[in-house]
């Protein structure tokens, strides 16, 4: 329900959550020409084999939020499993073992959800491969419920452990890689099973992966390909997209064909002129959930434009000047609580920037190019710096950026 005041307005911009449910996506989204969505659908429709994704575009550009616009497309003739791999998994000490082993787990999560009655050898094979890993002992179980509820308690347990204990996340990955052929071999019982009893195809969406600093992410999807791509059902994987800007992605893309990137909404165009198409799709996204009321004259046009285009970083700069009209005892978002929310926000870089990355920043908003190196990517991968596509791509320099940056020497 669209805000009707600042109070209310504080809930339903939550950067933090991305539209998922039905109801959300028929009230609040906003659709985009240039997203990737009806490639992805006609792929997953049309072929028979499974097929892999890199689904990339910068943190927050609403890459969660067409995902989920993805899922309720596709409707029954899909047995999904979307799931976010920071929810269960620590970004910060990942390997390809963890993402597959998540994978595995979340499958038989959603099998279980969904009561789905397999084969009692196919819980059998997965239950000896769980206790292996875990080494737990049971005894006394005959039939397949009391199989499959073991088996769910072990699959709650392991992926609780796997996102609370460090110490317990190690042993169990180095046990599972030595057994890796053994668990796809699971993952692979049980997604024929799934598919013989529902008469789906299978598609796991893993998520958040683009949140992996760089080298955790290029580990995984130059180091470790062949295992992220031999589970044998479709999977979309999010994808760094500063990693685009390295030297190896053409050998990534090698083994993963199909990349789909959502590009950034532009609030200008490459020499600088308003781009009034997706000013306006973000002032959507903006008012479908805050009643134009709420705004001061030239808000919703100024919040847009320092959002650099990213859905994201417009509603939580749109929150924060909401939060200080609050302050303010301000009934509407005035261009002034804009100033001090863009202040606010903008600290963070200038905490975050050093000289060096300064500079490069400016040389980027000169001549709207970058280099690929590794100083470049970082930028990209901050959001200090970002992509933009018309007929070529493009570099520009965050908005909230821009008065940070030095004169030219």
């Known amino acids: 329900m669209q805000a009707e005041d600042l109070r209310a307005a504080l809930n339903i911009l939550d950067p933090?959550?991305?539209?998922?449910?039905?109801?959300?996506?028929?009230?609040?989204?906003?659709?985009?020409?240039?997203?990737?969505?009806?490639?992805?659908?006609?792929?997953?429709?049309?072929?028979?084999?499974?097929?892999?994704f890199l689904f990339t575009g910068h943190r927050g550009s609403g890459k969660s939020t067409e995902l989920a616009k993805l899922k309720h497309s596709l409707g029954d003739d899909f047995f999904i499993i979307q799931y976010s791999i920071k929810s269960i998994l620590n970004l910060f000490d990942l390997s390809y073992v963890d993402v597959v082993l998540s994978l595995a787990l979340e499958l038989f999560k959603k099998a279980t959800d969904e009561k789905i009655k397999v084969k009692p050898e196919v819980l059998h094979h997965i239950l000896d491969f769980t206790k292996e890993i875990t080494k737990e002992v049971v005894t006394g179980i005959d039939t397949q419920a009391e199989v499959g509820a073991e088996l769910n308690l072990y699959v709650v347990k392991l992926t609780s452990k796997l996102g609370t204990e460090d110490t317990t996340r190690t042993s169990i990955r180095e046990k599972v890689q030595s057994r890796l052929s053994d668990l796809l071999e699971s993952v692979a019982f049980l997604a024929e099973e799934i598919k013989r009893v529902t008469g789906r195809k299978l598609l796991a969406i893993v998520e958040d992966l683009d949140k992996a600093d760089l080298d955790t992410?290029?580990?995984?999807?130059?180091?470790?390909?062949?295992?992220?791509?031999?589970?044998?059902?479709?999977?979309?994987?999010?994808?760094?997209?500063?990693?685009?800007?390295?030297?190896?992605?053409?050998?990534?893309?090698?083994?993963?064909?199909?990349?789909?990137?959502?590009?950034?909404?532009?609030?200008?165009?490459?020499?600088?002129?308003?781009?009034?198409?997706?000013?306006?799709?973000?002032?959507?996204?903006?008012?479908?959930?805050v009643s134009e009321t709420l705004f001061a004259p030239d808000v919703p046009e100024k919040l847009t434009e320092l959002s650099s285009g990213i859905p994201r970083?417009?509603?939580?700069?749109?929150?924060?000047?909401?939060?200080?009209?609050?302050?303010?005892?301000?009934?509407?978002?005035?261009?002034?609580?804009?100033?001090?929310?863009?202040?606010?926000?903008?600290?963070?870089?200038?905490?975050?920037?050093?000289?060096?990355?300064?500079?490069?920043?400016?040389?980027?908003?000169?001549?709207?190019?970058?280099?690929?190196?590794?100083?470049?990517?970082?930028?990209?991968?901050?959001?200090?710096?970002?992509?933009y596509r018309n007929s070529r791509v493009w570099y520009d320099v965050h908005p909230l950026v821009e008065p940070l940056?030095?004169?030219?020497?």
Do not use: W
């Open 313 to 387: 970083e417009l509603i939580a700069l749109s929150r924060y000047a909401t939060l200080e009209a609050r302050k303010m005892g301000h009934a509407t978002i005035t261009l002034k609580a804009v100033e001090r929310a863009a202040r606010r926000k903008r600290m963070d870089y200038e905490v975050l920037l050093t000289s060096k990355q300064l500079n490069l920043l400016r040389k980027i908003h000169e001549t709207k190019n970058i280099e690929n190196d590794e100083d470049h990517r970082a930028l990209l991968h901050n959001l200090s710096a970002l992509e």
């Open 16 to 52: 933090e959550h991305p539209l998922s449910t039905p109801e959300e996506l028929a009230e609040f989204f906003v659709p985009r020409p240039d997203s990737p969505l009806e490639d992805l659908k006609i792929l997953l429709e049309d072929t028979v084999k499974p097929q892999k």
């Open 217 to 289: 992410a290029k580990q995984l999807f130059y180091n470790h390909a062949t295992s992220l791509l031999a589970p044998p059902i479709s999977i979309i994987y999010t994808f760094p997209t500063a990693l685009r800007h390295d030297n190896d992605f053409m050998q990534i893309e090698m083994n993963f064909p199909n990349v789909c990137i959502l590009p950034n909404l532009k609030t200008r165009l490459h020499d600088g002129t308003p781009d009034e198409t997706g000013a306006m799709r973000l002032r959507a996204i903006l008012t479908k959930r």
């Open 405 to 409: 940056l030095p004169e030219a020497s």
